[in-house]
């Protein structure tokens, strides 16, 4: 759908001073040891305990590095968390493409399952990292938006969502295919977002994948008018 791009750091997504940001990024193979080692133990205290035990001073002492040293790089916790999902975006970001590849040719229906299907799987993966963050800032933990080089959610919609449209114009009775790449790249996002908030269990069920996909029919085929 579009060239790839190295991604940016997540900050980028939101205005300056609402991401969480590091000092500085690692340059040497020392510092670079040093700031895994500080996001592997973060990553170990959020599987083994969870966000409450998630502290500076617990890093410090799962991770061995001096706590003055992750200061060095991080100037709280968050900064820590933000780049532990900046490297699951790039490996997710990577499966996308392939994703996408092995869309070609599949029907209209089978695509849009696949596409839901991997949103939802990947929210999930990032929900159960450190849920109160992930909700914090949703916007800017964009998959899609991560693989490539869009400023904005409509031209990330305009690069993605509308060529998939055309690709299956054949198959699709709507007369307004602008309107319905929204709804589909913007919409039902927004709609994962308030499963998310308001009945989490719900994610992984069999019915909000069916749900999404007769929703995203529906704007590419609605009723015709009597």
Wanted: net charge neutral.
């Amino acid at each position: 759908m579009h060239k790839k791009h190295d991604p940016p750091s997540l900050e980028a997504w939101l205005p300056p001073g609402e991401f969480p940001a590091p000092r500085k990024r690692p340059t040497q193979s020392r510092s670079r040891a040093l700031v895994d080692a500080v996001a592997e133990a973060c990553l170990r205290i959020l599987e083994d305990a969870g966000d409450e035990a998630l502290t500076m001073a617990r890093i410090a002492e799962v991770s061995g590095v001096a706590i003055g040293s992750i200061y060095q790089y991080f100037p709280n916790k968050d900064a820590i968390v933000a780049l532990l999902y900046e490297r699951v975006l790039d490996q997710e970001s990577a499966q996308l493409l392939l994703l996408r590849e092995g869309l070609v040719g599949v029907p209209l229906t089978v695509a849009l399952r696949e596409i839901l299907a991997n949103i939802i799987r990947v929210e999930v993966r990032l929900f159960k990292l450190n849920q109160a963050f992930h909700l914090r800032f949703h916007a800017a933990l964009h998959l899609g938006m991560w693989g490539g080089a869009y400023r904005t959610a409509g031209e990330f919609i305009e690069a993605t969502w509308l060529p998939l449209l055309r690709m299956y114009e054949a198959e699709i009775t709507t007369p307004n295919p602008a309107m319905a790449a929204y709804l589909l790249g913007k919409g039902l996002r927004g709609v994962i977002r308030s499963v998310l908030e308001d009945i989490p269990a719900q994610l992984e069920s069999p019915a909000l994948l069916d749900s999404l996909v007769a929703m995203a029919v529906g704007c590419l085929r609605p009723p015709l008018e009597k």
